[in-house]
């Protein structure tokens, strides 16, 4: 069997390390051509050693020193800094990009791959929020699979799979709910981070986590589902259903509901990305009926959880608008991260920031990076001004 070359974006990170465990289970299938990281140089020397790829990518450059030293005597290249991103995802032999980094950052090389007529595993939701029209036009151009690491893009990709003739009338994207599903406003105003991080179902990355205990993620999720399936925003429902067993389901124009099933577990998704149009056997955990006596289903309070309207009403206008309400809840989770400001505040810090930067109907690539860029800083000094108020 010829090996599937891959470049990994975001290696060491939650998506990344259960994407090398995919490959560590099938040997024969891939190899890893490049590994990259934004500042764990310690795990992505480890991984280097054990994959021996053609290349890494410090992004940090202040890393870039240790990264060096350490893979000196192997044939490995180490390139440091953001723009590396975008020369890896071109290489020669290159059979899949799993672009798995966290944020607006995963724009400008999953644009890179796409133009090269690289396939892409995407985990990196953000990109398709910031930028989903332009990469969706990119994709058609260039013919390239865009397959869909998010559990519930996958799950609603696997129902889609010998309907190609038949048009969905809806899509449901499951949710948690996360940490605070059923709380009010009251005791929202004053929970911490350490709380918000602690996930009932699913162990991730520190910036999806809180963008899933603030429905941010089901938001950005709803808005990814639109550019991967070609819907409109009054087709996309999102039900909670806290078991975390069903992972999406779609429903057709003869009322039947295909629904995916299966473990909490991420590797599923990834392997079905990495191995799409095949199952492949494995022997991670399998789901036990026993575990779930009873599936529940009920509607979301947006007026509590008033990020999940923001990211609707954001969908609707269009344009840049997405762009701005990403990247403004990119600076809010940073600063709620560090203690910066409370759960509540984040929802009006993006809101404002949403009616303050200027809306664009067809952004350009440099229209998007702009907006992101100013977008920040607003958010930024909302954070700032909201602090003094508090004092
Ligand atoms: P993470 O924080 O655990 O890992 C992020 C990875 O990206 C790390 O390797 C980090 O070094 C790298 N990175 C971070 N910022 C970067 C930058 N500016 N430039 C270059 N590299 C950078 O995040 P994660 O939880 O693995 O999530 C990755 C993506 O997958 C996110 O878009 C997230 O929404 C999506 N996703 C994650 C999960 C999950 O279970 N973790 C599930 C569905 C979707
Ligand atoms: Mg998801």
Not at 156 to 167: A, D, R, T, Y
Request: net charge negative; hydrophobic share 45%.
């Amino acid at each position: 069997m010829i090996k599937r070359k891959i470049v990994l974006l975001g290696a060491t990170g939650s998506i990344g390390t259960q994407a090398l465990e995919v490959v560590r289970a099938h040997p024969n299938r891939f190899e890893m051509q490049v590994l990259t990281a934004a500042t764990n140089a310690e795990l992505l020397i480890q991984q280097a050693l054990e994959f021996r790829p053609q290349a890494v990518v410090i992004t940090d450059e202040g890393k870039y020193a240790e990264v060096k030293a350490a893979l000196t005597g192997t044939s490995i290249e180490v390139l440091a800094g953001s723009a590396a991103l975008e020369e890896v995802v071109q290489y020669d032999g290159v059979g899949l990009v799993i672009s798995a980094l966290v944020g607006s950052a995963g724009l400008r090389p999953t644009i890179a791959a796409i133009k090269a007529g690289k396939d892409i595993a995407l985990a990196n939701k953000e990109t398709l929020v910031v930028g989903g029209q332009l990469v969706m036009e990119l994709v058609s151009k260039h013919g390239v699979n865009l397959l869909p690491v998010d559990s519930e893009h996958s799950a609603i990709f696997q129902c889609l799979v010998g309907e190609s003739n038949n048009p969905i009338e809806r899509v449901y994207l499951t949710a948690s709910g996360g940490p605070f599903r059923g709380k009010d406003r009251a005791y929202l105003a004053s929970v911490s981070h350490e709380q918000a991080l602690c996930h009932p179902n699913w162990v991730m990355g520190a910036k999806i986590t809180i963008d899933s205990a603030t429905l941010m993620n089901k938001g950005l999720e709803v808005i990814e589902a639109k550019w991967l399936f070609g819907l409109e925003a009054r087709q996309i429902d999102v039900v909670v259903h806290p078991q975390s067993a069903v992972h999406s389901l779609v429903q057709f124009e003869d009322g039947s509901i295909k629904a995916q099933l299966g473990p909490a577990d991420m590797r599923l998704p990834i392997q079905y990305a990495l191995t799409y149009p095949n199952r492949v056997g494995n022997n991670f955990k399998r789901f036990n009926f026993a575990d779930f006596p009873s599936l529940t289903f009920e509607q979301p309070d947006t007026d509590t959880f008033r990020n999940l309207a923001l990211a609707y009403r954001a969908l609707e206008l269009g344009g840049n608008v997405p762009c701005i309400l990403n990247a403004a809840n990119e600076e809010v989770v940073a600063a709620f991260l560090k203690g910066g400001v409370g759960f509540l505040q984040m929802s009006d810090i993006i809101e404002e920031t949403m009616a303050t930067v200027g809306h664009i109907a067809k952004p350009s690539l440099d229209d998007y990076l702009r907006t992101d860029r100013e977008s920040r800083a607003i958010a930024k000094a909302l954070v700032i001004k909201n602090k003094t108020y508090i004092i």
